[in-house]
């Protein structure tokens, strides 16, 4: 059984930043590919970050160069630091773990830019 568990978020005001933590537990292959989506009320889950057990990263365009994941293999724990945060990044932030085709989420946590 695996377990994904994340902590960072909270309220951060504009062009402020935030990290993001998510910490996987159970049964994980070596080879995997770790992950951040979000989603904003009302509207449908989208990729921000992902990152492969041997470092390849992927970003959705609205997050390039602004937003960085980075992965501790050995802890089984993916980060995504986002800088310069807009109004729009307000959403619920889920981590993602992939094996082959087998797919985990967590449960989400909240990210807010207000002022």
């Known amino acids: 059984q695996v377990q994904l568990v994340e902590s960072g978020g909270g309220l951060v005001q504009p062009g402020g930043s935030l990290r993001l933590s998510c910490a996987a537990s159970?049964?994980?292959?070596?080879?995997?590919?770790m992950g951040w989506y979000r989603q904003a009320p009302g509207k449908q889950r989208e990729l921000v970050a992902t990152?492969?057990?041997?470092?390849?990263?992927n970003y959705a365009d609205s997050v390039k160069g602004l937003s960085t994941i980075s992965r501790d293999t050995a802890k089984n724990t993916v980060y995504l630091q986002m800088n310069s945060l807009k109004p729009e990044d307000t959403a619920v932030y889920y981590c993602?773990?992939?094996?082959?085709?087998?797919?985990?989420w967590g449960q989400g946590t909240q990210v807010t830019v207000s002022s």
């Open positions: 990152i492969t057990s041997d470092g390849r990263t």
């Open positions: 159970g049964s994980i292959f070596s080879f995997n590919v």
């Open positions: 993602n773990l992939k094996v082959g085709s087998r797919v985990w």
